[in-house]
């Protein structure tokens, strides 16, 4: 490789909010900056090529076998990699449809190939950082990034009503339970002088009609940019004591941080070690008075919200900025490529970029497919119209995205700013 950019090979299952936030959003901006030569491509299309291409490989929550065969060219290359993983999938209960995907067999087995042959492995919590040590040595915990640019509170908030907010990307969300009791309560109690707004789940069995929903945006930034305007002025993040989220990141506190809105957060791991009660935040238990104690602390109390938003706000800021993320991303490719080229020397290993390009048997790929299919299948008789419609919106946004990609890092683009990129779908 010598003294030229390192070439990264991102490797992804699809375009989410994970994706997004930890591996495209920073090497993007890498890429521009002519720091590295850049290629992201989804699972479902990688050409030996641009494996052969690679100094070095991400993946971030890869563990769909149809698409292992890309793993196995990588590892028969000798070409390093990063993995980057945000949840605890060997955790997850599998009486969820995410859980029953995620803890399939094949899909566990896979993980930890993954995880165990990775030169490094990126976490974001201790949880993770000490199941993963077990199985690599070579393991990083380090934090979510939030990007202070996609921010926009210059909006001037409309009407008195002090606003609460709830937001999830998951429509199966089972955390509202924890808070929705309290919620009902305070509407009941502040009828007319609170709002309760919820993105990306309905609520069901409140009493009072002023609450609002938010349809689930899949584009994080265009979700940053609305979310920010809308000035909420207390966010709810309750997160259940269990190990599955515990592992989990406090993205939370880093949105409502930047937002300027005042949090309240569970008094769980996620978010102990970040948050400090009555600094940054509020730590309550989870149960019904404590939320309802607390919601009632900072509707009464404004120059209490006022100092959580502004301390949370400069915290969040000196400490999970996008651009930090970005230099730390820069300095793991650096040290990986360095460590793998001493490695090859010292073991007089020359990797050959010309193997051929070897797949699993029909057998196997025939019995994975069937098996999605029929999961597919369990979905969509619960529930068609809504599993129509997400499969719909997910297939334009992944479309959209590799489209607005191709126009950021077009030539034209590109030489105007004086790099090479590339990215391909």
Known sequence: ??????????????????????????????????????????????KQKQIAWADLAMFCRNTEPRYSHNFELIRQMGIPYIYDLDDNFFELSDSTELGAYHRQPDRIALLREYIRDAALVRVY??????????????????????????????????GNSIKLVFSTSSFQNDLLSIVLPAIDKILQEYEGKVEAHFWGVKPRGLSRDNWYFHRFIMDYDRFLRRFSRAHYDIGLAPMRNDLFHNSKTNNKFREYGACGIAGI??????????????????????????????????????????????????????????????????????????????????????????????????????????????????????NPISFFFWMAARSLFVRWCILNYRLATSPVFTRIRGTKARITP
Not at 324 to 335: A, G, M
């Open 1 to 46: 490789m010598g003294s030229e950019a390192p070439h990264v090979l991102a490797i992804l299952p699809g375009i989410i909010p994970s994706t997004s936030i930890l591996i495209i959003k920073p090497l993007l901006q890498l890429s521009l900056s002519g720091s590295i030569k850049l290629q992201i491509v989804l699972e479902s299309a990688v």
């Open 265 to 382: 957060y569970s008094d769980v791991e996620v978010y102990s070690t970040s948050v400090q009660h009555g600094s940054t935040g509020l730590l309550v238990p989870n149960h019904t008075d404590g939320w309802h104690e607390a919601i009632v602390q900072l509707i009464e109390n404004q120059d209490l919200r006022q100092k959580l938003t502004m301390q949370a706000q400069e915290y969040v800021r000196q400490n999970y900025s996008q651009e930090r993320f970005e230099n730390l991303t820069l300095d793991l490719i650096r040290q990986t490529v360095r460590r793998e080229i001493i490695r090859n020397k010292e073991l007089e290993y020359h990797p050959s970029k010309n193997q051929p390009h070897q797949r699993r048997g029909n057998l196997a790929g025939v019995v994975r497919k069937f098996r999605n299919w029929r999961n597919r299948m369990r979905i969509l008789d619960k």
């Open 125 to 158: 919590s201790q949880p993770m950082l000490e199941f993963v040590r077990r199985i690599n040595k070579n393991v990083i915990n380090t934090f979510g990034p939030i990007d202070f640019r996609r921010i926009d509170t210059a909006a001037i908030k409309t």
